[in-house]
């Protein structure tokens, strides 16, 4: 397991935000991709209810000099706060989302979604996102081991920050945000928050078809 260090942003204004990105001399270091993402849980959302999550998800780049073939990766996340059982909280713990995470890429990801179903398992929520990651230039040493995922969604515009703690919030002080901007909810939540604040009911959460 690798430990994963995240908070969310929204952006509302995704020009500007690029603006100053642009100006910390960041770069992308994987192009526009679009993510299309399969949630899988047991019947009664066993995974859900202990704050775990069971995901694959299949990347697609969405242009490049060389056609790249999609991606499939499998991704299980421990409960968030799980870090912090038996232990008082530490400072990112408090505002940040910190939690376990495997993943690795699938050969077959067809025969593991059998695989899945036939445990019981089923893939009840899909949600899709393009996604571009960045890289801050080498002269911000702090920045090292951060990404700068920008992330375009069905439900607005957001930034994810990962990477050590203190890097998040000086990149988040950087681009013009502070720890009270600070989202942990995951896309599901969020998702289901705009739901509720439009009056629909929910579904997956997907762009609307081009007719």
């Known amino acids: 397991m690798s430990r994963e260090t995240e908070i969310k942003l929204k952006i509302d204004n995704h020009k500007a935000f690029l603006r100053r990105l642009a100006k910390l001399g960041a770069k992308p270091s ?11 849980d047991t019947p009664d959302g066993g995974l859900a209810k202990h704050g775990q999550l069971l995901r694959i998800r299949t990347e697609t780049p969405v242009a490049a000099s060389k056609k790249l073939p999609p991606r499939t990766l499998l991704t299980f996340k421990s409960p968030p706060d799980q870090l912090a059982i038996g232990a008082p909280a530490t400072p990112a713990q408090r505002h940040h989302k910190v939690r376990e995470e495997i993943e690795l890429v699938l050969p077959d990801p067809v025969a593991l979604q059998k695989i899945f179903e036939g445990l019981g398992l089923r893939g ?27 992330d ?3 439900v607005g515009t957001f930034v994810e920050l990962e990477g050590p703690g203190d890097a998040i919030d000086r990149a988040a002080r950087e681009l013009g945000y502070s720890v009270k901007d600070f989202i942990l909810k995951n896309y599901l939540v969020l998702y289901l928050d705009d739901c509720r604040r439009r009056g629909v009911a929910p579904g997956d959460m997907l762009f609307p078809k081009k007719k």
Do not use: G
């Not at 994987?30 to 899988?40: A, G, Q, S, Y």
């Not at 899909?126 to 960045?134: A, C, G, I, S």
């Not at 040493?141 to 920008?150: G, H, N, P, Q, Y």
């Open 124 to 150: 009840w929520f899909r949600y899709e996102k393009f996604r571009t990651t960045y890289k801050l230039p080498a002269r911000h040493t702090w920045a090292k081991s951060l990404l700068v995922e920008f």
């Open 152 to 154: 375009e969604t069905p």
């Open 30 to 40: 994987i192009p526009r991709t679009h993510e299309l993402n399969l949630i899988f």
